[in-house]
């Protein structure tokens, strides 16, 4: 059963947009208070790249990636969104898509307060 799922990854130049979106299931995102957007480059591990609450809509973002990414929510839609602009090709990871409960805004980034994962999206800059 898949509860979300991602989309809107591609290859795109340096410099480009990309717009991804995640789908929840209902129950998902109903019980859900945050929805997040982490990535995962070869090599490297996985990090948080922004999150939205559920409720309000207060954002969040990595220090290094603020300005040039915006996650945004629509309820209505069970989705979250994640803009990617200007893009480098030092983002080329694949993108995930996670929802939960978080139990303090400044565990945002931590992975294990998520139950709910996407199976990721594709984005090469080059």
């Known amino acids: 059963q898949v509860q979300l799922v991602e989309s809107g990854g591609g290859s795109v130049q340096d410099g480009g947009s990309l717009r991804l979106s995640c789908v929840a299931d209902a129950y998902v995102y109903r019980t859900s208070t945050y929805m997040a957007w982490f990535r995962q480059a070869p090599g490297k591990e996985r990090e948080g790249v922004a999150a939205?609450?559920?409720?309000?809509?207060?954002?969040y973002y990595a220090d290094s990636l603020k300005g040039r990414f915006t996650v945004s929510r629509d309820s209505a839609k069970n989705s979250a969104y994640l803009e990617l602009n200007n893009l480098e090709p030092e983002d080329t990871a694949t993108y995930y898509c996670?929802?939960?409960?978080?139990?303090?805004?400044?565990?945002?980034?931590?992975?294990?307060?998520?139950?709910?994962w996407g199976r990721g999206t594709q984005v090469t800059v080059s």
């Open positions: 996670a929802a939960g409960i978080v139990p303090k805004a400044n565990w945002w980034r931590r992975e294990n307060v998520y139950k709910y």
């Open positions: 939205i609450q559920t409720g309000d809509g207060t954002t």
